[in-house]
Structure formats: C-alpha cells, structure tokens
C-alpha cells in the first residue's frame, strides 16, 4: 500500500508554512526542560503530528478525533512548555473548518475555548492579565475560523455542483444532437439508400433485356452512392469528438475544484478509434460525476491499463459504497455506451469501502479512425 505524506492540491498553499511551523514547535518542545522530560516531549510531538496527519487527509469523524487529540496536546504545551504555542492551535482550527459536520465544527469550537481557559486556570492567570490579553485576539480567531473555512468550503462546494449542473446541460444537448444525427441520418441517408436498393434490383431486371438502359441506372446508383458517401461525411463532420486525454485531464480539474483528489495511473494505452475514444471519455465523465455527486469520497483513483488485448479502466473511490446511493440512469448510460463499441461497464462495492467501476473494451485495432473516410 502507497501512504501519502501530504495533499497535492495543498502543497502550494499550506507546505511551506506547515513544515516551518512543526520545526519550530520541535525546537520549542525538545529544548524545553517540563516534567516529562526529553522522550515525554518527543512522545507528544509525535501525538501532535499523528494529529495533524489523520487531520489532512480526512474529513469524516476522524478529522474530529484528531483535531481535539490536537488540542489536547497543545493545551499540554500551553501549560508546561510555553503560553505561546496555544498560537498552534490555528492549524486544527483550519482543519476543522473542513469537516462535513456542522456537529463536528462546534464541537471543534467549543474545544478550542476549552484550550484557552484550561491553560489560563492552570496557570493562574487571567485572560485580563498582560500575558493572557496578548492571546486574546488569537483565541477569537481561532474560534471564528472554522467558521469561516466552512463558508469558504460551502462556496467551493457549490463550485462543483455548478459544475456539475454545467456538464447535465452539456449531456442534454448531446442527446438532442444524437436525435438529430438520428433524424438526418433516416430522412437523407436512408432515403438515398432506399432508391439504391430499388435502382439495383431495376438494374438486374434489364441487364439482360436492355442493356442501354441498364449502363443508365448503373450511372444513376453511381451518382446516388457518391450523394450518400457525401451526407455521410456531413453527418460525421458534426460528431463532436472528445479525446480520452482532454476528458482525463478536464475531470482532475473538475475532482480538485470540489476537494476531491482524483490520483491517475495510466499504462501504455495504444491510439483509439475516436468513437472508441468518445464513448469512454462519457462514461468516465458519468462516474467520476456520480462520485462527486454521491460517494462523499476524499480519493478517487482513475486507472487506464491494456491486459491481454483487453482494455481496462477502473474508477475506485474511498466513499460510502453504493448501498446508501440510489441507483439512477448514469450506470445504464455507461453500460450502453460501452455497448456500442463492443465493451463492458460493471459497477460494485470495494471490498476495502467505495464503488469500483470497471470499464472492459477489447483491443481489435491499434490505428485511429479517419471520421471522413
């Protein structure tokens, strides 16, 4: 199993800072002289980084686990290292921010405070003491920033599902297009081929009786295939084509945007079909979209892989299954997508927790299509 030491979409933002704040509460801690002693201060760092890990990476109860494990060693370090390491309790106070419980956010809060006051009485002080009245204004902003990550949090959310209703109006018109693909190709193609077919079956009839006549309708079925071949091509040359890597990288902007790290793993995938590529790249958009939709998901892991001439695309998530999710049209969209060029779509539970889509196409040909030809 591969572990992760820090979000990707974090590390512009947050990396710097938080690597120089935890040397400096190392070199705090470790030089400070209290009652544990020098492998009692190490113990409680390494509580106060397991904290700060588990925090990063969940936003379940666990994140609330962790942040009041992270106040509590703070409130420890308050009390017998220094008054101003309570400054450290910004970290789990943004990380609180996050949870998806507005429960876990007040109790965060309401730990937060529980900090402050602690410290203050067992030391002795008072919050209108000089010491103490310095702290102050820190302790109301850590008391206000879960709220505020919330809002901020709460926007990028709504972020997301603009997005997502942005992709359901684009999915709209396509099937309107393919309805109208479907009408042109019946009332100009079919039409065309339908006189093909009476003209050859004239042309059989007078071979024999009137050849003059026949060279004719030989002449007129040339001309109609020609017509054919070019409403064909019109019909073709209105397709809008979606290539597999547009899409891919599209849904890790789509995943980053609502908080979503969408990790991809890609083998040597030889050049598709472009409707090959344009069925998969819906059917990856449609499960990536009930992901964020439905899976309550951190993770997603998108893999791309060839396996004895068989194409092979999983989507896993680390959500809450498909058990609690009411099954829609998105799962018999994929499987008729993949339908049409031959493939497969299978969608079940992880054993390890998440759904896992399995998307199976088999390999005939390794050229790209000419759509004009």
């Not at 990536?288 to 993770?299: D, E, G, M, P, R």
């Not at 058990?323 to 539970?349: D, F, P, Y």
């Given at each position: 199993m591969k572990y992760k030491i820090y979000p990707r979409e974090q590390i512009r933002q947050y990396l710097l800072?938080?690597?120089?704040?935890?040397?400096?509460?190392?070199?705090i801690v470790l030089r400070s002289d209290t009652i544990f002693g020098f492998w009692g201060n190490l113990l409680l760092i390494m509580l106060f980084l397991f904290s700060f890990y588990i925090g990063l990476w969940y936003r379940d109860g666990r994140l609330?686990?962790?942040s009041l494990l992270?106040?509590?060693?703070?409130?420890?370090?308050?009390?017998?290292?220094?008054?101003?390491?309570?400054?450290y309790g910004l970290i789990f106070a943004d990380l609180i921010g996050r949870a998806k419980s507005k429960v876990h956010i007040g109790i965060g809060i309401v730990a937060i405070a529980l900090m402050f006051f602690i410290v203050q009485w067992k030391t002795d002080g008072s919050l209108f003491k000089q010491e103490f009245s310095?702290?102050?204004?820190?302790?109301?902003?850590?008391?206000?920033?879960?709220?505020?990550?919330?809002i901020k949090e709460r926007a990028k959310s709504l972020k997301g599902e603009l997005e997502i209703a942005n992709l359901q109006i684009e999915k709209l018109i396509q099937q309107e297009e393919r309805q109208r693909i479907a009408r042109d190709l019946h009332d100009t193609l079919g039409q065309t081929l339908t006189m093909i077919k009476l003209k050859s079956e004239l042309t059989a009839r007078l071979i024999d009786k009137d050849s003059f006549e026949a060279k004719q309708e030989l002449k007129d079925i040339l001309t109609m295939?020609?017509?054919?071949?070019?409403q064909v091509r019109e019909v073709v040359s209105d397709m809008k084509f979606i290539p597999l890597e547009s899409e891919i990288e599209n849904s890790r902007k789509l995943m980053q945007s609502v908080g979503i790290e969408l990790i991809v793993k890609k083998g040597d995938i030889p050049l598709l079909p472009s409707v090959t590529q344009t069925m998969l790249a819906l059917s990856i958009r449609?499960?990536?979209?009930?992901?964020?939709?439905?899976?309550?998901?951190?993770?997603?892991?998108?893999?791309?892989?060839?396996?004895?001439?068989?194409?092979?695309?999983q989507i896993k998530d680390n959500g809450i299954g498909?058990?609690?999710?009411?099954?829609?049209?998105?799962?018999?969209?994929?499987?008729?997508?993949?339908?049409?060029?031959?493939?497969?779509?299978?969608?079940?539970?992880?054993?390890?927790?998440?759904?896992?889509?399995?998307?199976?196409?088999p390999i005939y040909q390794t050229g790209k299509e000419n759509p004009t030809s």
């Open positions: 800072f938080d690597v120089i704040s935890v040397v400096f509460l190392c070199y609330l686990a962790s992270g106040f509590s060693v703070i409130t420890i370090f308050g009390i017998y290292v220094e008054l101003n390491i309570l400054f310095i702290l102050l204004p820190i302790m109301v902003v850590q008391l206000i920033l879960p709220i505020l990550i919330y295939t020609r017509r054919a071949l070019h449609e499960a990536l979209t009930n992901v964020i939709k439905h899976s309550k998901a951190a993770h997603c892991i998108l893999e791309l892989d060839v396996i004895d001439h068989t194409l092979l695309i498909l058990a609690k999710v009411q099954s829609g049209n998105g799962i018999q969209s994929m499987k008729e997508r993949l339908r049409v060029v031959q493939g497969t779509a299978v969608v079940t539970n992880s054993p390890r927790g998440g759904t896992n889509v399995m998307l199976k196409l």
